[in-house]
């Protein structure tokens, strides 16, 4: 609500403000800092490329993350869900022969979205089954998958020329259109801003979406409304993974071209701060990652 936004909005400004103090105390004008962030992210062409494909992931980590809390379900998982989706990606993009374009990109994203989805459906599992609580288990997950995706990459499907931990060049049937030459912008960034729309109408204007808020509102009156609780986290949890695993996929398909050991740089993790700031809203979860971009790249 209106209540959400106006907490995200302070934060950014206390965070600004604290930023400021800390450069202050360092010896430098924090006026001047900010300044040469923001010209060196959006006083360019290349700057305002570079500020949009950083924010890029990091709409797909932070609509991850915002897709499960709506249940009030903790996702530490984002950043093990995107490698297992990248590597899925990476797999399918590179191996399977001989599909026209049309078919092979929607099929190498849907394979890192439906790999990430499943661990979610994991940690539901043992969440509902063992009372195992979801944060610990999307931790250790992270961990399991990382030095697995590792492993694949440094040994089974490493190219006999590679020097570092990696896969081989998918195909170009399955690479997303770069949309400007020489740069990491690719057409992701439209893949992440229909997820966002997606999910916004999902949970704002179907009945699903409904018995989600309920769910995450108030667990006692969901289940006195007669709301299976343990469909409500499947569900959630299944597309905040997928999401995970889409933006892995769509790295591999739009930025590297392959697998590459470390490729997420701590995407996942960020997601957090992203969705906070866009007080969990999709739609605003957008200008969030498009900031965080900005700062980065600035």
Do not use: W
């Not at 609500?1 to 106006?6: A, R, T, V």
């Amino acid at each position: 609500g209106l209540g959400s936004f106006k907490l995200s909005f302070f934060a950014l400004l206390f965070a600004l403000l604290t930023g400021g103090i800390v450069i202050a105390l360092s010896g430098y004008s924090p006026v001047e800092t900010y300044k040469a962030i923001i010209v060196g992210s959006l006083g360019s062409k290349q700057g305002i490329i570079l500020s949009l494909s950083s924010a890029t992931p990091l709409m797909f980590t932070g609509l991850a993350f915002a897709t499960a809390y709506k249940v009030r379900m903790i996702n530490i998982g984002v950043e093990g869900q995107l490698y297992l989706g990248a590597m899925a990606g990476a797999v399918v993009g590179a191996y399977i022969t001989g599909l026209p374009r049309l078919v092979h990109i929607p099929l190498t994203l849907l394979s890192g979205a439906i790999i990430g989805g499943l661990i979610g459906v994991l940690v539901v599992f043992l969440k509902v089954k063992f009372g195992a609580s979801e944060i610990i288990t999307t931790i250790m997950l992270n961990e399991i998958i990382m030095l697995f995706t590792s492993y694949l990459s440094s040994g089974p499907l490493k190219p006999e020329d590679s020097v570092i931990p990696q896969t081989n060049v998918i195909l170009e049937s399955a690479q997303l259109t770069r949309l400007v030459p020489r740069s990491q912008l690719s057409s992701a960034i439209f893949i992440a801003i229909a997820v966002a729309i997606v999910i916004h109408i999902l949970i704002k204007k179907t009945s699903l979406g409904y018995e989600i808020q309920v769910t995450g509102l108030n667990l006692r009156a969901a289940e006195t409304a007669g709301i299976s609780i343990t469909k409500m986290y499947l569900i959630t949890f299944f597309l905040s993974g997928a999401i995970a695993g889409l933006c892995g996929s769509s790295l591999v398909m739009g930025v590297n071209r392959r697998f590459v050991e470390g490729l997420s740089a701590n995407y996942g993790y960020s997601g957090i701060s992203v969705a906070a700031l866009g007080a969990y809203n999709p739609l605003s979860i957008l200008f969030s990652a498009t900031l965080f971009g900005i700062l980065k790249s600035g």
